[in-house]
């Protein structure tokens, strides 16, 4: 074979490996800043979120303390009234905003974070299984309190909805009430007062987890936006 030939054929097969090799990787650099982009819009999403998980916990916080506040003074006094059972029967989820902390999960943005210690950050703060495994079953107390306490002590009235949909204060429940008698009684209850101390256990352990993720969530915001922009 004419070597000329030989030489441009060689030429053409190196040209089309090269242009194939380059196509893959320019390929592969645009999918790579396509998911630099998807992690960084998803981070920011985190933001937001954690804006509105900031806001559930600083609620909570104040949720707990009446709650245990309310409950601590039962025991003390001796005494209950039909707003300190309000408080103590009501229940209270653990909500954080994670969506896109599940997004990020799911889309596999999660791989091109470049500090692994922030990774590290995201995953102990949304790892909250054993508070959400806590708060349902203490919502399965409640509704067993409840059952209890309709079986036991008769309601005698509530709060009328008008007056229910126009309060601005805490709780938001509807507030059933019990005669002076009945309430006499429960303060003597020994499953009632058990609920009680059932109750200043499971607020003060929510109180306590709530604080600390109130103390990691502008750290890991922190982390976040250096992560963004470093």
């Not at 949304?126 to 059952?147: G, P």
Request: negative net charge; aromatic residues 14%.
């Amino acid at each position: 074979m004419d070597k000329k030939i030989t030489f441009r054929y060689l030429f053409e097969i190196i040209v089309i490996v090269f242009s194939v090799t380059l196509s893959f990787y320019i390929q592969e650099v645009l999918d790579d800043k396509e998911k630099e982009e998807l992690k960084n819009d998803t981070l920011r999403g985190m933001l937001d979120d954690l804006e509105d998980t900031k806001a559930s916990l600083d609620i909570s916080e104040i949720y707990f303390d009446e709650r245990i506040e309310k409950a601590e003074k039962i025991i003390e006094t001796k005494k209950v009234t039909n707003e300190d059972i309000l408080w103590i029967v009501s229940g209270w989820p653990w909500s954080v905003t994670e969506t896109s902390y599940k997004s990020l999960i799911a889309t596999g943005a999660v791989e091109y974070i470049n500090n692994e210690g922030l990774y590290k950050e995201i995953t102990q703060f949304y790892n909250q299984d054993i508070l959400k495994i806590i708060e349902e079953e203490y919502t399965i107390e409640i509704r067993d309190f409840w059952k209890y306490l309709n079986k036991n002590y008769p309601i005698i009235s509530m709060n009328k909805s008008k007056d229910y949909l126009a309060q601005d204060d805490w709780p938001t429940a509807l507030q059933f009430k019990y005669s002076k008698s009945s309430l006499n009684k429960m303060i003597q209850d020994k499953i009632f007062t058990n609920y009680v101390y059932r109750t200043i256990s499971y607020a003060t352990t929510m109180y306590f987890w709530n604080n600390v993720f109130q103390e990691k969530l502008p750290k890991l915001r922190d982390s976040i936006k250096k992560e963004i922009d470093p």
